[in-house]
């Protein structure tokens, strides 16, 4: 029984919430209601006519036309209050208004060709100098705000310069006569510069390249940053001809394009730099714009929709063009997909039918889409939320859901989206009324639940007695408290209580109270002041005070549960009152909250359970918003509990887990909610274990295009329960998304959750879920142990509470206490479908047996086969009908072989085709057959056959399936064209002895075999025989052979035999006709067998041998062929055998024919076949007797491996001594390398090798071999090669000596590095260091003879120290030049002088020395001594010509012919400088 009353009332609800001040922000998001406030005219009869929002304030302008005083301008705020600095009237009426873009000043342009600026912020009103003399038509800012242009219907158009307070500033920039009416002007905007915000974040991350942009002076990094045109001041205007013309910024106007009627709407496409236009035909186009503004046509078409009527037209997400053209429908037309639709009120949602749409306008952060009605209505549409893929994904309409209507009154001709808060403005002729979006409110108390429908209307629902009232409420309401006796509202200035009496509602009292917040209880109520909470009557008068101090708080917050008072304050203490006696008393003294949480934050909502002894609390941030975090406070045990959201499993939820008597499973699973936050809790009315709370996605989580998702899908949204005890803390109970129909929820008590739902939607998935249906806007829906029971009694709800509980916190044997004495099978089934979810499948078996579920017994015991237990347990939902749980398990264990069972079973074939495509291949074809023979069994043959075909068994399934309809059958196999359909078909023709057709069909399908077997029944062999020969297929052409036999035709037999690769056959009828030339030919191509078969023929017959040798050999009987051939000479065969012969064939045979190819000198040969029958010894000795070059593949042939236990490795060795010796009597120095190393003789390899003169190879074998008398052996060699000139070459020497330990030698080879450096460079230095190495090596040898060893390191001290003196003597020579002499002449007279030095050096440094002091007699006494020492061709290597010449010149004496000889031959390697200077000398005159 549904009972309605009403009451009326005019002034309208501004404002509306939870009881609970700190959820405000989070739940309008969730329900919203729009509120209107009618704007406060000061002239009460004007007609609005122009309406405009500032893009970013709330403020509105109006511009009204008034019978008696002309127009006026008005500015509006955001409720409707008139801003009285900023009224402007005149005499006559406004054309037209533009809002700067982000300054409060507006322009109004009047119907004379004034134009006056309103600055509200300065409350100051500008005129802008007179260049109009007719209606203003045009008037827009530019997009930065700097300029104003201003055009009239004369076509005059100007350009100004303003300043920040909306003056004009010097004369104007442009001004224009076009000679036609202007009517559109649209600002290009500037085109993007670089985006400054993220270069600055990007350079103080340390970007490099984005600090060189900042720093553009710095070198090398090009031009300063674009800044973009900072002014954009090119536009387009349109006039009265349909013309179009581009304004530049230099104030150059071009014209761009013409159209055929007056432009009806300009628009501008950023993104693309594209222009649409739309005339009053409504002929849409659109023309890219280059940067010097010339328009290139891009497309063309003609919009539908009614001409003549004024159109309201808007472009929407840059590139959906709307328009409102006064009929029932909104038109879109989609620029991207280039389609169309329409949108149209609904009637069911109490729009009228023929109702017609003026105008239409888009919020884009909202996604929602006003349009206005001629019946004062707004419609709106919300665009569907999700990512733009899912959105694009959608066809057109389907993109836009109605929401339901406001209902205004009038006719809407205008309506407008506008300023940061997203209001929507709407003129409907008489007045302006303003729409705002606030939040709904909703209560849930004592089985009553009140529900906001409209701003003044008000859903109350009794579920005790299951009546519906509508409540309507004349004051501006805040919020809203219910209780089993009344309904109490109020809005901080008043508090009004109705009483339920029966089936209507009558006011009970009604007084003026600001408190902020109000709490019920009994015929209590709570209201809050400074420092006290208030107990009142329901007439407002103050029974009791409830007193806090200063260091409490205000009083803030409220929550009546059961018989207890929670009261929240704003310095974050809260404190418990007992409300049971008759004046309330305390329960729990004040506790401070930032002492028992400290660092959280302040206190958003405190709510206690039905017993007072738990208080849970939300945590508001230092921004106003939710904290992750749920506070609960034991009471009795003065303990605190913290549960957060945002915490991993092992840290803050690890509180949640239900037991050990469950092998760690919850007994529900708990969603990932990393991301939310709470939005509301709740404490049941009368069972204190049991907390709810709702938790929505975190707004500053979301991503950018879900921003509206929230709001629109309730996935995001989840509701939990728990249970919080003492012993177990806080225990996960349940937990499920809240279902889409619902809006929020609203409250618990045993056994249901109460939600308000969303308006208009139906129930969705009722009979699944179980939920009741009760009235239009509440909801409610069993808890989950709950479902299937009812309205239980008392009794049993508590039973199954207890096991509830128990079950959650795994104490199962309580958990059987608590039901053992409920006879329900509900209650049994309700426990088993328990198990599933915590999958007990010991417990579910006792449950069947209980419920007599004898054939979920028995599947259950059957499934204990499978290994995963999520299988296992799958099975028990199937049979408890939890068809959606089973999906899931399947799905987690990853059995998508029993989903696709499960799947098929439940009629679910598309789910079940597109797990076996994706998971499930291997039972494709089977799930593709099983659908079609399920189909079959329907009737739906089309369908079934296109499965069959899928499954690939159609070949047999489709003549099956349509044996009863031949036609439908030969039909399907014509259009099929499948060769084996034809072929089937075929023989079902021939079965019928329709044998012409079932010819056509066998050709059809390629059957050769069956058209020869066809036509030689019908006797027609020779066309037989033609296909069999065109076709060659071997079936045809044995079954047309068995006919020719069986005839005598014996040529055509074999030929045909042939054909069909039937050789024995043939060759059985060659022997018995005696037709040995085919035989043979028949013979080689047939098998090994055959082959023998014939050559015996042959043999025995005694002819033609050759023939016989010769398939014995193809055979592989090679005995037998060479046994044959030796028989009768036949040398060529043998040979041919010898090459197939290998090292698997007859040592003794192998043996026969070497010896065969000796005695007729073929030695290549029976060297090959020795090598094959591993005679290695025999083939050496015939390569050394007949001088065979031995060659590398022979070489490796004859080398016997490791492994091989043909021969000891002594043998092994020896024979490759053997071969290595005679590769070195040949030449072949790297095998004989090779052969030695394999042999283990390194030393005997490196001498074949040292004869060979490879010097890279000598050095890597010395380096790899790392043995000393090697070692020493290449450093020998090295040093007989050019090592004076190549450093690596001397390195390598040095090296060698010294890994080989031969210091006695390295001594040597230093000793004659020195001596080259004195006689090829005359670097004494080096000379000296060289000796001195050579010194350390020969002391640190140790040698054969010490006397030897003494006697060679005294030498070379003697060398050292005479190479010393001379060195230190050239050293001192440019600082003391007589001490050098002298050393020098000292050096001269020692012995055995010349053997460290040479006396040219000597004499030639004393010869210079002598002519740089000009003592010329001296120079030329030591001149002679050189000339006796030194021979006459080598005197000028130590002394120059030029100075030679001074010696004489300095004694007067001429130079003797003797020192210049005619022709200088060096037989020492010379350096380029002597030969030039000796060649001239001999050209010198």
């Not at 106007?253 to 739309?278: A, N």
């Not at 919009?303 to 409102?324: C, E, F, M, N, R």
């Not at 089937?984 to 075999?1009: G, H, I, N, V």
């Amino acid at each position: 029984r549904v009972c309605i009353s009403i009451i009326y009332l005019s002034i309208p609800v501004r404002n509306v919430c939870f009881p609970c001040t700190g959820l405000q922000s989070v739940t309008a998001s969730v329900m919203a209601v729009y509120v209107d406030h009618r704007t406060e005219a000061p002239d009460s009869v004007a007609s609005p006519s122009h309406i405009v929002w500032h893009p970013l304030h709330p403020l509105l302008a109006v511009a009204s036309i008034s019978t008696a005083s002309g127009g006026c301008v008005d500015i509006y705020l955001e409720q409707g209050e008139h801003v009285s600095d900023a009224h402007v009237e005149r005499s006559f009426q406004v054309a037209s208004l533009s809002w700067h873009p982000s300054r409060p000043i507006l322009a109004a342009g009047w119907e004379t060709g004034e134009v006056v600026i309103l600055n509200k912020q300065e409350k100051e009103h500008h005129a802008v100098p007179p260049n109009h003399n007719a209606k203003i038509t045009v008037l827009n800012w530019s997009t930065n705000g700097t300029c104003l242009v201003s055009g009239d219907r004369h076509g005059v158009l100007v350009l100004w310069r303003m300043d920040q307070r909306g003056r004009v500033q010097g004369p104007a920039l442009l001004k224009q006569e076009c000679g036609k009416c202007l009517s559109h002007c649209v600002f290009r905007p500037p085109p993007p510069g670089e985006d400054f915000v993220q270069l600055a974040k990007a350079a103080v991350g340390g970007d490099e390249k984005a600090l060189d942009m900042f720093n553009w002076r710095k070198a090398g990094t090009g031009a300063p940053l674009k800044m973009g045109l900072q002014e954009g001041l090119s536009f387009f205007i349109t006039l009265t001809d349909g013309s179009v013309h581009y304004v530049s910024e230099k104030g150059k106007t071009r014209h761009v394009l013409s159209t055929d009627s007056l432009v009806q709407k300009l628009l501008f496409m950023e993104e693309r730099d594209v222009l649409v236009v739309i005339t009053e035909n409504l002929q849409l186009s659109l023309h890219a714009i280059t940067l010097e503004g010339e328009a290139e046509e891009l497309m063309k078409v003609k919009l539908s929709g009614k001409i003549g009527h004024s159109a309201d037209i808007i472009l929407i997400d840059h590139s959906l063009v709307v328009t409102a053209l006064g009929e029932t429908v909104i038109r879109f037309w989609d620029l991207d997909r280039d389609e169309n639709y329409v949108l149209s009120p609904d009637v069911q949602f109490g729009f009228e039918g023929g109702e017609c749409i003026n105008c239409v306008s888009y919020c884009s952060a909202k996604g929602l889409l006003a349009a206005g009605t001629n019946k004062g209505r707004i419609a709106m549409w919300r665009k569907a939320a999700g990512s733009d893929q899912s959105i694009r994904a959608l066809e057109g309409k389907e993109k836009w859901k109605l929401q339901a209507p406001t209902e205004l009154e009038g006719n809407v001709i205008q309506i407008k989206w506008g300023s940061r808060k997203n209001l929507l403005a709407v003129n409907n002729i008489s007045s302006v009324v303003i729409l705002s979006e606030q939040a709904m409110s909703s209560h849930f108390h004592q089985q009553v639940a009140v529900v906001q429908v409209s701003p003044n209307l008000f859903n109350v629902t009794f579920f005790s007695t299951g009546t519906t009232h509508s409540l309507r409420v004349d004051m501006n309401v805040n919020g809203v408290f219910a209780t089993k006796d009344a309904v109490v509202f109020w809005n901080g200035k008043q508090v009004t209580v109705f009483e339920c009496s029966g089936d209507t509602f009558r006011s009970a009292g009604s007084f003026l109270c600001d408190s902020p917040v109000l709490s019920v209880h009994g015929e209590n109520l709570y209201t809050v002041e400074p420092y006290r909470v208030q107990v009142r009557t329901w007439q407002g008068t103050v029974k009791q005070l409830l007193v806090f101090s200063e260091a409490e708080g205000n009083p803030c917050l409220l929550d009546v549960c059961g018989n207890f008072l929670a009261v929240g304050t704003d310095l974050a203490h809260f404190k418990i009152f007992d409300l049971s006696r008759r004046e309330a008393k305390v329960h729990c003294n004040s506790k401070n909250f930032s002492e028992l949480f400290p660092g959280l934050g302040g206190i958003a909502s405190v709510k206690c359970n039905a017993n007072g002894n738990k208080v849970s609390i939300l945590v508001s941030k230092a921004d106003g918003n939710i904290d992750s975090k749920i506070c609960f406070y034991d009471v009795e045990m003065d303990k605190v509990t913290l549960f957060d959201f945002k915490a991993e499993q092992g840290n803050g939820r690890e509180k949640l887990s239900s037991g050990q008597g469950i092998d760690n499973r919850s007994a529900v699973d708990y969603p990932e909610l990393h991301s939310h936050i709470p939005a509301c809790h709740f404490w049941d009315q009368s069972e204190p274990r049991l907390f709810v709370c709702e938790a929505i996605l975190e707004t500053g989580l979301q991503y950018p295009d879900q921003k509206k998702k929230q709001t629109e899908s309730t996935m995001d949204v989840w509701i939990i329960s728990f249970f919080s005890t003492e012993e177990h803390g806080l225990l996960l109970q349940d937990s499920f998304p809240l279902p889409s129909s619902y809006q929020v929820l609203l409250g618990i008590e045993v056994p249901h959750y109460y939600f308000a739902k969303k308006p208009g939607e139906a129930e969705k998935g009722q009979a699944e879920s179980g939920s009741i249906k009760v009235s239009q806007m509440v909801a409610r829906r069993p808890m989950r142990d709950f479902i299937g029971l009812g309205d239980c009694d008392k009794t049993t709800r508590d039973a199954m509470l207890n096991f509830s509980f128990y079950l959650t916190a795994g104490d199962m044997d309580e958990a059987f206490k608590s039901i053992k004495l409920i006879k329900s099978e509900a209650v049994w089934e309700s426990m088993a479908r328990m198990c599933v979810k915590t999958q007990r499948l010991d417990v579910a078996k006792i449950c069947l047996g209980n419920m007599g579920h004898a054939r979920g017994a028995k599947a259950l015991r059957e499934a204990e086969q499978e290994p995963e237990q999520e299988a296992r347990v799958a099975v028990l939902a199937i049979q408890l009908g939890m068809l959606e749980d089973a999906e899931r398990l399947y799905k987690a264990c990853k059995r998508y072989d029993l989903l696709n069972k499960f799947y098929q079973a439940s009629n679910q074939w598309q789910k079940a085709i597109e797990t076996a495509e994706a998971h499930d291949r291997v039972h494709l074809r089977t799930t593709y057959y099983n659908y079609a023979k399920h189909l079959e069994a329907s009737g739906e043959h089309s369908l079934a056959l296109a499965h069959y075909e899928k499954s690939d068994t159609h070949r047999f399934e489709v003549p099956r399936m349509l044996s009863e309809d031949l036609q439908a059958l030969e039909n399907y196999v014509n259009k099929m064209k499948d060769k084996s359909l034809w072929k089937w078909w075929a023989q079902y023709l021939e079965s019928q002895s329709d044998m012409e057709s079932a010819l056509k069909y066998y050709a059809l399908a390629q059957d050769y075999f069956s058209l020869v077997r066809v036509h030689c029944f019908q006797g027609n062999i020779q066309k037989a025989a033609e296909i069999a020969n065109e076709t060659g297929n071997w079936a045809a052409s044995y079954h047309l052979a068995r006919q020719y036999e069986s005839q005598d035709e014996i040529k055509q037999a074999v030929h045909f035999y042939t054909r069909a690769q039937a050789f024995n056959n043939a060759i059985r009828l060659c022997k018995e006709n005696n037709l040995d030339d085919q035989l043979m030919n028949l013979a080689l191509l047939s098998s090994p067998e055959d082959m023998i078969e014939a050559a015996c023929y042959y043999e025995e017959k005694g002819e033609q041998m050759d023939r016989a040798v010769m398939l014995y050999h193809k055979a592989g009987h090679f005995s037998k062929a060479l046994e044959l051939a030796f028989a009768t000479q036949q040398f060529g065969a043998l040979q041919l055998i010898a090459e197939d012969l290998d090292e698997h064939s007859d040592p003794a045979l192998l043996a026969r024919c070497s010896d065969f190819f000796i005695e007729h000198a073929q030695y290549e040969k029976a060297m090959e076949l020795l090598l094959t029958a591993k005679k290695y010894r025999e083939a050496l000795q015939l390569c050394l007797k007949q001088n065979l070059t031995i060659t590398e593949e022979m070489a490796e042939k004859m080398t016997v491996s490791k492994d091989s236990k043909d021969l000891s490795e002594e043998s092994r060795r020896e024979l490759l001594e053997q071969i290595a010796d005679c590769c070195v009597r040949q030449g072949n120095y790297h095998m004989a390398t090779k052969k030695y190393t394999q042999a283990g003789n390194k030393l005997k390899a490196m001498r074949a090798l040292l004869k060979s003169g490879d010097t890279e190879k000598i050095v890597f074998f010395a380096g790899v071999s790392r043995q000393r008398e090697i070692y020493i052996m290449a450093a020998n060699y090295l040093q007989s090669l050019d090592w004076c000139k190549d450093p690596e070459i001397m390195k390598n020497i040095i090296s060698f000596y010294t890994k080989g330990r031969a210091l006695d030698l390295l001594a040597g080879f230093y000793d004659a590095c020195a001596q080259v450096e004195i006689d090829e460079y005359q670097n004494y230095e080096k000379a000296q260091g060289a000796l001195t190495e050579a010194y350390k090596c020969l002391s640190k040898a140790k040698t054969r003879s010490p006397l030897e060893q003494e006697s060679k390191l005294a030498l070379l001290q003697s060398k050292m120290t005479l190479i010393k003196r001379f060195v230190h003597a050239r050293r001192v020579y440019s600082e003391d030049p007589k001490e050098a002499v002298r050393q020098c002449e000292l050096l001269l007279a020692e012995q055995d002088f010349d053997n460290a030095i040479r006396h040219g050096d000597v004499l030639g440094f004393l010869v210079e020395h002598y002519v740089q002091v000009e003592d010329f007699h001296m120079a030329y006494r030591y001149l002679e001594e050189m000339q006796k020492r030194v021979p006459p061709m080598s005197l000028s290597y130590y002394v120059t010509q030029q100075t030679i010449e001074a010696v004489h010149r300095g004694v007067g004496i001429p130079v003797s012919q003797t020192l210049v000889p005619e022709e200088i031959r060096h037989s020492s390697v010379e350096n380029k400088e002597v030969e030039e200077e000796v060649a001239d000398e001999v050209e010198d005159p």
